[in-house]
């Protein structure tokens, strides 16, 4: 059994990938709420430190500033 499942993990984000500062299992999209399994993060921003679930969430975010 994963001891971080169903848990949500704290990421430091960066340009190339991410840094896990607390083990988890999954991190929550910004923009819909929706948990993201840390193997399919695929979308994320630098500057905002923030997980999305696909394109259409990171370009709403970018749109919203």
């Not at 500057?47 to 749109?63: D, G, I, K, M």
Request: glycine share 8%; net charge positive.
């Amino acid at each position: 059994m994963l001891m971080n499942s169903g848990r949500a993990a704290k990421l430091n984000y960066l340009a190339n990938g991410f840094r896990v500062l607390v083990p988890g299992d999954h991190v929550v999209c910004a923009i819909s709420g929706t948990p993201i399994a840390l193997d399919e993060l695929r979308y994320w921003s630098v500057a905002r430190q923030q997980a999305y679930l696909s394109a259409v969430e990171a370009t709403a975010a970018e749109q919203k500033g």
